[in-house]
C-alpha cells in the first residue's frame, strides 16, 4: 500500500524556509554525506563555534586542490594537520573548535538501525535547543518561535519513522527524510490554486501569515487540550 506523504513534511514551503529549520536538515545531510560542502559551511558555526569565515575558506581552499579532490570536512578531521596561509598550523584553540565540531557530526553509526527523531532530539538535547532559545529571547518578532518550530520538525520526524522499517539502517533512514523535506521546500506549486484550501495541522498553519484559517473539529477536552 502506498504510503501518502501528510504534512509536516507535506506542508507549506514557508515553513521549510525557515532558517532553524535549514539548519537542522543541513546537519543531517552533513551527517549523511561527508562531502556535503554546503552544508557544512552553513552549519560550522550556528550556533556560534568561534569558527571565523578566514579559518572555514582555508578548509574550502585546502580541499579544492587535493589530489583526489575531497571535502571540507576531511579536512576539518585533520584540523591538527592544517597550515595556514602563512605557512603556521592552526592554533590549538581553532583545532580543538574543529574537532568538537567534528564530534558532533561523527557521533552517529549509520550503519545500525536508527530513528530521524533520535538522532534531532539528540542535537536539541546537546545544543541546538539552548541555541534557539537565546535566539527566541532576543529577537522582536514574536509571531513564531524558533524552538516551537524545530519541535514541530521533530514531530515530523517522529511520524515519518513510523513509515520506515526498524531494522533500516540509520544512513537510508536520514536519507529518506532529507530527501522527502527537500522535495517539500522547492515545491513545484507553491501557490494554492483558486477555489481550493490547503489542509494541514494548526501547527502548521501557526506563524505562516496565512489571509484566513478554519479551524474545525473542536472538541472540548480534545482540543484545545486540556493538559
Known amino acids: 500500500k502506498k504510503k501518502t506523504n501528510q504534512y509536516p513534511l507535506g506542508g507549506p514551503h514557508p515553513f521549510y524556509d525557515r532558517s532553524e529549520i535549514k539548519d537542522l536538515i543541513a546537519y543531517l545531510r552533513l551527517i549523511v554525506n561527508h562531502g556535503d560542502d554546503l552544508a557544512l559551511t552553513r552549519i560550522i558555526n550556528t550556533p556560534s563555534r568561534r569558527i571565523g569565515t578566514k579559518t572555514v575558506t582555508l578548509l574550502g581552499d585546502i580541499a579544492k586542490v587535493q589530489t583526489p579532490k575531497t571535502s571540507m570536512f576531511n579536512i576539518a578531521m585533520q584540523a591538527n594537520r592544517v597550515i595556514n596561509e602563512n605557512g603556521k598550523p592552526l592554533s590549538k584553540t581553532i583545532v580543538e573548535h574543529l574537532n568538537d565540531f567534528c564530534k558532533v557530526i561523527n557521533q552517529f ?12 532530539k539528540m542535537l536539541m538535547d546537546q545544543f541546538f535547543a539552548n541555541y534557539l532559545m537565546r535566539v527566541d529571547a532576543t529577537e522582536q ?9 524545530a519541535n514541530q520538525l521533530l514531530e515530523a520526524a517522529k511520524e515519518f519513522d513510523a513509515t520506515q522499517p526498524k531494522s533500516q539502517p540509520l544512513g ?18 507553491q501557490e494554492t490554486p483558486d477555489g481550493k484550501v490547503q489542509l494541514m495541522t494548526v501547527h502548521s498553519a501557526k506563524g505562516l501569515e ?10 472540548d477536552g480534545i482540543f484545545p487540550s486540556g493538559y
Do not use: C
Open 109 to 120: 553509526n549509520l550503519n545500525q538501525p536508527g530513528t530521524t527523531y533520535a538522532v534531532l
Open 141 to 149: 518578532s514574536k509571531d513564531s518561535s524558533r524552538l516551537a518550530n
Open 172 to 189: 537510508t533512514t536520514l536519507a529518506n527524510f532529507i530527501e522527502l523535506a527537500t522535495l517539500n521546500a522547492n515545491p513545484q506549486d
Open 210 to 219: 496565512f489571509n484566513t484559517v478554519f479551524v474545525i473539529g473542536l472538541e
